[in-house]
């Protein structure tokens, strides 16, 4: 089944330890990204990239990081969560060519206390 | 990007059809419509696009207007489980700024009743 998984799907952390969201997807797309969506702000980009170790910030990157060494799978790293972080993330990818349209993963809700 | 303008919320009773608008009145002529939803904070699904012409697929119809200035999304028969939130969004067809990031409005909130 052509899917975009993400890991943990729920976390509660603490302010300053580092944690990684995992996203992978099985469909060969070259595009991925990470979005963040709070109550009454929609969905916005954090990073983005194109292919293979090309990464670009989107709206909203402040403390984040991301990584694409291989083509699945574009982890999300929060070097040192604030709570200012907590929020519900969902990871995307869609391929470069075409009409293609964007396949969501099932979210990550993440409390940083 | 065009804005997209969408009522807030709609309500539809289960069986009957759901037509949900959108207005693009800023559209160039290169944009396409898309709809997506999301289903209580689960991942936003896609639904169908089109660029000037009516579009049909399994899950739902989109009719664009001769100007494409509006469109309407068009579930036949709607279910409980198409109660979600539905957005319209108007995307160039070529890669732009953020690797073609898709910019969600509010939305609009559907409620299918029994």
């Known amino acids: 089944e052509a899917q975009v998984t993400q890991n943990p799907r729920y976390l509660i952390t603490v302010t300053g330890k580092k944690l990684t969201v995992t996203c992978s997807q099985n469909?060969?797309?070259?595009?991925m990204s990470w979005y963040r969506q709070d109550p009454g702000l929609g969905l916005r980009q954090i990073y983005y990239?194109?292919?293979?170790?090309?990464?670009d910030k989107g709206d909203v990157p402040e403390g984040y990081k991301v990584s694409r060494k291989e083509k699945r799978n574009f982890p999300l790293i929060l070097e040192s969560p604030s709570p200012n972080q907590t929020s519900l993330y969902f990871c995307a990818s869609r391929p470069i060519v075409g009409r293609g349209t964007q396949y969501f993963g099932p979210g990550t809700r993440l409390l940083v206390l | 990007d065009a804005k997209t303008t969408q009522p807030t919320s709609m309500d539809c009773a289960e069986g009957r059809a759901a037509n949900l608008p959108c207005n693009h009145s800023t559209i160039s002529g290169n944009e396409y419509v898309y709809w997506y939803r999301q289903i209580h904070s689960q991942g936003p699904q896609y639904i169908i696009h089109g660029l000037k012409n009516n579009e049909t697929n399994e899950m739902a119809s989109l009719i664009i207007t001769e100007d494409r200035k509006s469109s309407t999304l068009i579930l036949p028969h709607a279910t409980l489980r198409d109660t979600a939130v539905y957005y319209c969004?108007?995307?160039?067809?070529?890669?732009?700024?953020?690797?073609?990031?898709?910019?969600f409005g509010t939305g609009t909130q559907l409620k299918v009743e029994l």
């Open positions: 990239s194109m292919n293979v170790e090309v990464t």
């Open positions: 969004i108007v995307r160039g067809g070529v890669l732009t700024g953020g690797g073609n990031k898709l910019t």
């Open positions: 469909m060969n797309h070259e595009y």
